[in-house]
């Protein structure tokens, strides 16, 4: 559902992160409660171009704020297949025109046996190896995407306030 609603409303959200989803559109169906073996299964794959294009549609001539998301993917997940995670990533790369290369990879974070792939300022990707559909709860890991958590001050940053009487 995040894919959808950050694909769908960009102008109402600042941010997301889709546990063990789908790419937005491939659910597409008539009407509400439509499931797709074809897409749970990951035999929906597309270009990020296609993908993106999906999302684009979804509010044409919207050219404002795109908010940032964070995907997350066991590789054991037999509810929703790892290709998922690979046709989000693809989506989302080709709607910020990032690299497909990652720029920042990081093994074992925030748990052993996932690895991190950061795309740019807004977009990440999680695998979790051995992991099925119920990821384990990283809750920290989304409030720091989320810029929730109070980072502690610098001592230079901490000059300033005093200065400015701050305090």
Same mark, same amino acid.
């Given at each position: ?16 992160? +889709? ?14 409660? &439509? ?16 993908? +993106? ?30 290709? %998922? ?22 093994? %074992? &974070? ?17 695998? +979790? +190896? ?6 384990? %709860? ?30």
């Amino acid at each position: 559902m995040t894919n959808v609603l950050l694909g769908s409303y960009p102008d109402v959200f600042a941010a997301g992160s +889709a546990w063990a989803g789908v790419a937005f559109g491939c659910f597409a169906g008539d009407g509400y409660g &439509t499931w797709s073996d074809a897409c749970a299964t990951g035999k929906i794959i597309k270009t990020g171009s296609e993908w +993106a294009a999906i999302v684009k549609n979804a509010y044409p001539g919207y050219n404002g704020f795109r908010p940032k998301i964070q995907v997350l993917h066991g590789t054991a997940d037999t509810v929703l297949y790892p290709q %998922n995670l690979k046709e989000e990533i693809k989506e989302w790369i080709s709607v910020f025109g990032y690299s497909e290369a990652s720029v920042n990879t990081t093994q %074992n &974070t925030p748990l052993q046996g996932w690895t991190r792939y950061r795309y740019g300022p807004k977009f990440e990707a999680y695998s +979790a +190896a051995g992991v099925d559909h119920n990821i384990p %709860n990283v809750a920290d890991l989304v409030m720091e995407w989320f810029d929730l958590v109070r980072k502690p001050y610098s001592q230079m940053q901490l000059r300033q306030l005093v200065n400015h009487n701050c305090f």
